[in-house]
């Protein structure tokens, strides 16, 4: 199973060049790669998988078959990170020698449809996380994990400022450890 920007849009080359690869999720894939899972684990994927929105794969004639796309995930907020099951001692910022999570606030860009990225076209609407929340996990993954270095990974942290703030202030008055 593959998934991101690339298999996405992409997924026939994919299968081309890896054959090995049984699907790929399109999209959001956290509710897509459950409901996949959920079906292979059923031994049903190969007779659910047209009804599974937001995948691709090769049928039984050879042939590639791209579901609809799935809608996007309106709250993110209901996505529970599940990095705090890794083993962390392998994510290492080598530079720094400290441990490391990229880490999504958003979803999407908000002002650019450029011909050249892909990014609007992928998360396909703007959508944020509840900065308090977000503050919350940072908080988790650095006193329960010991992780020293964030990657704030997302297109426009910045766009909507009130938010962007609020996700400043809840990191200054944690005052987290540093590690």
């Given at each position: 199973?593959?998934?991101g ?49 937001g ?28 990095g ?42 703007y ?20 992780v ?32």
């Amino acid at each position: 199973m593959l998934g991101g920007i690339h298999p996405t849009f992409r997924y026939t080359q994919v299968f081309s060049e890896a054959p090995w690869t049984d699907y790929i999720v399109r999209g959001d894939g956290e509710e897509i790669a459950v409901a996949l899972l959920q079906s292979i684990e059923a031994g049903m994927h190969r007779k659910d998988r047209k009804r599974i929105w937001g995948i691709a794969y090769i049928d039984d004639d050879g042939q590639v078959v791209a579901t609809p796309a799935r809608p996007v995930i309106e709250d993110l907020d209901t996505l529970t990170p599940d990095g705090f099951q890794l083993d962390w001692d392998k994510y290492i910022y080598t530079p720094l020698n400290r441990r490391v999570a990229p880490y999504r606030m958003l979803r999407a860009v908000v002002l650019l449809t450029c011909r050249f990225c892909s990014q609007w076209k992928f998360w396909r609407k703007y959508r944020h996380r509840d900065p308090k929340k977000f503050v919350d996990e940072i908080e988790t993954l650095v006193c329960g994990y010991k992780v020293g270095f964030m990657i704030l990974a997302g297109e426009e942290p910045t766009i909507f400022q009130k938010t962007f703030v609020a996700l400043c202030e809840g990191l200054i008055k944690r005052d987290l450890p540093l590690y």
